[in-house]
Every structure is written in C-alpha cells, then in structure tokens.
C-alpha cells in the first residue's frame, strides 16, 4: 500500500456492483470486506502499525410495535398471519420491521395500517428494547420502539 497523507489511518473504498471484477486486485493490495449491500461492496484497509478501530459492519434491524388504545381502554389485538407464532392462539400488538430511512412513526402508523386497516395516530415511544439474543433470519438482533 502506498503512503497516505499524514493523519489518515485507514481507507474505504466502495466498489459499485459493476466493478465487482476489480475485487481481486484490491484484495492483494491488503484491502479486505468490510460489508455488501444489494449495488456495491465495502473493502477497508487499516495501516498495520496503528490499532484498528474500524466500526463493524451493522448488525441490528430495527422493529416497531403499535399499543393501540380505545376511549374505553380497550387494546388493538392481531394474530400472526405467518412466521413462528402463525397459528398458535398467541395475540400480539401489531409489529414490524422498519425499513431503511424509515421514520420510526411512520413505521408504527403503518404497521398498524397494513395488519388491521385501523387508521392510527402515533402520540409516543413508550419503550424501547434490545433483544441482543433474538436473531431476525439474516438481519440481526433488534432494536424495538414500543409506540402509543
């Protein structure tokens, strides 16, 4: 690896999908992945003789789930459609997971939309939780924003 400019300790390069042929010669050049996405991979390169502190790659999703109360105090309900819970009798608040650049409130508003067609108002997150030891498949340990 060539000299970098004084104060520089590490370098990111992030290869569009149609370069991927060029992995190989960044590679030898000591550059390793960093993380992919669906248009580009992430290869890093730290200066060896300096500590790495490098973020790691994200390894959280993040989820809502909807608490629904009526002028009576009565709670909005569902049951899963699909999933390990579908057909066990188990009721649950509507949840999902947010999407990338989704607004969190909107993500809770339109949950609740897409499992029950209730148009809903977000008025706050009551809680918040981080399930370090449930894996989402592929996606990682959640993040979850319980809204009112």
Known sequence: MRA???GKKGVWIKLPIELANLVETVVKEGF???HAEPNYLMLVYWIPET???LPANATHCVGVGAIIL????EMLVVQEKSGRLRGTGVWNIPIGIVDEGEDICAA???EVKEETGVDAEFVEVVAFRYAQY???NWIGAPLIFGCF
Do not use: D, F, S, V
């Open 51 to 53: 500590i790495n502190t």
């Open 70 to 73: 009526t002028e009576k105090r």
């Open 4 to 6: 970098l400019p004084l």
């Open 108 to 110: 809770a508003i339109g």
């Open 134 to 136: 449930i894996m989402l």
């Open 32 to 34: 390793w992945y960093h």
